[in-house]
DNA sequence: GCTAACTATCTATGGGGATAGGTAGCTGAC
DNA sequence: GTCAGCTACCTATCCCCATAGATAGTTAGC
């Protein structure tokens, strides 16, 4: 149910086509969320149904054409009331985790290429999102400026912050992963009485 | 497809029946990973179709009976594979953070209960994984210690080790997720110029 | 004028999981 | 002896999502 409100989120900037947002969900809020348009564009439909949404015909080129989106009030309604209800915790379910408690069944360098790979994964989210602090920072976030246009100066500030403290958590929670993982391969080593420094990378 | 690797983990074990399984989901391994009986029972009978279990009839009072599953070599062969090959990082899908971009649409109180929620969702986790921890070192984990009984000596250091690190880094995570709701939980305050202290509970 | 790369949308299939039931036997307390 | 609560197993439906692939128009460069 949150793609649909990942999507009114966007929407509350400007008006998108179903291509459009499968292009911001690719680049810009993709680390928050993720969608592939054959999930996108029937999502759009259904909202539309429900009344979310209305869209309209562009012309694109001579023949082509394309959808735009925009959020009507019930839209807009519906995305404060998501806002403003409780999260439904859901049970862990991690494999990360799931295999690290099983790791004696892995081979030491099978178990060490795991949690590499765990650090270049985080490591790469976390580039990427301290990328995003930046841009929140300097003011070079397309999204973010744009939708600074729309809204009344007294907010700036709030919209602002809350996006950078969004960020800053997941790049912590990126860091505390490299550190646990980092921690693993030291384990590994002492468990396997290597202790002459293995990485060739 | 990691719910049938969970299941071979446990059975590694000792033999269970679905309903075993569905009570260790619930109380030893739950958090990392969780299933309902409605998804063991038919991928236990997926899993002996495929050959990695066998199940026997075992009576169960007069007339009752019970099916007991123990894990084949075949089964074991694709455990330890899983065990050796790397995991598939899919993109993220965080409805916390998700939410947390956009504070700025939700009342004040309603963000601060949903930072609430969440310190409550994750301290409640830290503190059964704590408990989990201390039963790893105290040798008061039932099942645990039933592994440890059909493992070589030699391994017991690593199958305690690994089953205490993915704990710690559990808890870990855990403390860095309040910690995180908990500056948030101050910056609301600041945003909304609440100098006075305002929670109840 | 053709081709490659991009924009735009949609369908089909299947797996995993959540939720909500249903059936039946067993055990122990009152 | 019967009722509550537990053990045991199963089915059905729906939703979300991943993956793959189909179609068609546009733009720009060569």
Redesign the interface.
């Known amino acids: 149910m949150?793609l649909r409100?990942?999507l009114l989120?966007l929407l509350?900037v400007e008006p998108m086509t179903g291509y459009d947002l499968s292009k911001a969900f690719q680049a810009s809020?993709?680390?928050?969320?993720?969608a592939p348009d054959s999930q996108i564009y029937p999502e759009l439909r259904r909202m539309e149904a429900d009344g979310l949404l209305v869209g309209t015909e562009v012309p694109w080129g001579p023949r082509g054409k394309k959808r735009e989106y925009h959020v009507t009030e019930a839209g807009l309604d519906a995305?404060?009331a998501?806002?403003?209800?409780?999260?439904s915790?859901t049970?862990?379910?991690?494999?990360?985790?799931?295999?690290?408690?099983?790791?004696?069944?892995?081979?030491p360098d099978?178990a060490r290429?795991?949690l590499r790979?765990?650090i270049a994964?985080f490591d790469e989210?976390r580039v990427e999102w301290l990328e995003k602090v930046r841009e929140i920072d300097t003011g070079t976030s397309a999204m973010l400026e744009k939708r600074l246009g729309h809204a009344p100066a007294s907010?700036h500030?709030?919209?602002r912050?809350?996006?950078r403290?969004?960020?800053v958590?997941?790049i912590?929670?990126a860091e505390?992963?490299i550190e646990?993982a980092e921690?693993?391969l030291v384990?590994i080593d002492e468990?396997n009485g290597t202790d002459a420094a293995p990485p060739a990378d």
Chains 1, 2 share one sequence.
């Open positions: 949150s409100h990942a989120a509350t809020v993709s680390h928050v969320w993720h995305f404060r998501w806002m403003n209800e409780p999260l915790y049970r862990e379910r991690d494999p990360a985790h799931l295999k690290a408690a099983y790791l004696e069944w892995a081979e099978a290429a795991q790979a765990h994964n989210q907010e500030a709030s919209i912050a809350y996006k403290y969004t960020y958590g997941l912590a929670r505390h992963e646990w921690r693993g384990l468990l």
